[in-house]
């Protein structure tokens, strides 16, 4: 598949390693300023840079990658982009009162805001429910880790279920974008134990089955 990350953080760079390594073609969308250190990266792995705006307008699927305080502005930038693909992968992260939260929830989300913005396109909330590092690389675990993917498209869920199938992981749906009010705060479950508690980044969360499936 044709690629555009928009981003080339640690979620655009881990995304760039696997999906090019599955044969997918990949270009980060960076804006002036970071081009020369994303271009030697993308360079290395056979990857394109261009400016959000062009890398969008050339690919199929664009990927968010954004941290959320830039998302409206950057999406706002990148055109209508009417019948395709985007994965919003981003969590609306925020300083609480209790320490790492979310910045909206519970009645909307992070990928509802995207799909509000980008009504044309059919927006698929998921990865972002592990670490970057996890995503550049799933193997090496007993079972494939679940990536759980929420969007309105069915169409669309289905061509990022293979993407996320090439990362090594068990896509998972979880119904309508509205279900990005689940994976958001899921998302953080992660986080917690990975920082909060101490159990580190190199671990997934899985789907486990006991008996046949009826
Ligand atoms: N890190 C993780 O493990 C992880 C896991 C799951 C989900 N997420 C979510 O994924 C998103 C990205 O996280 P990250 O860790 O990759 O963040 P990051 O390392 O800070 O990277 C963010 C990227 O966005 C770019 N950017 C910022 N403002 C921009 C703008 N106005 N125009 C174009 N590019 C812009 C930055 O470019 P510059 O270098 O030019 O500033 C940078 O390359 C966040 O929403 C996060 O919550 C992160």
């Not at 992260?93 to 913005?117: C, F, K, N, Y």
Request: aromatic share 4%; glycine share 12%; hydrophobic share 50%.
């Amino acid at each position: 598949m044709q690629i555009a990350i928009i981003g080339a953080g640690n979620v655009g760079r881990a995304l760039t390693t696997a999906w090019r390594r599955a044969g997918h073609t990949v270009t980060l969308g960076v804006r002036a300023g970071g081009d020369e250190p994303a271009r030697t990266f993308a360079t290395s792995l056979g990857a394109d840079v261009a400016r959000p705006g062009d890398a969008a307008a050339n690919a199929g699927t664009i990927v968010l990658a954004l941290p959320w305080a830039a998302a409206e502005s950057v999406v706002g930038e990148l055109g209508g982009l009417a019948g395709k693909t985007v994965i919003d992968c981003m969590n609306p992260i925020a300083r609480t009162p209790l320490g790492m939260g979310l910045a909206l929830g519970h009645d909307t989300s992070g990928g509802e805001q995207v799909a509000a913005w980008l009504p044309d396109a059919h927006v698929v909330k998921t990865l972002n429910q592990v670490g970057a590092e996890i995503m550049a690389d799933a193997s090496g675990f007993p079972v494939p880790p679940a990536m759980f993917m929420a969007g309105d498209n069915e169409p669309a869920k289905a061509r990022v279920a293979v993407l996320l199938a090439d990362l090594g992981f068990e896509p998972l749906d979880a119904g309508d974008i509205t279900k990005a009010r689940l994976l958001e705060p899921y998302a953080l479950v992660w986080i917690n134990q990975a920082i909060a508690r101490g159990k580190g980044r190199n671990w997934a969360l899985a789907a486990l089955e006991r008996g046949a499936r009826s």
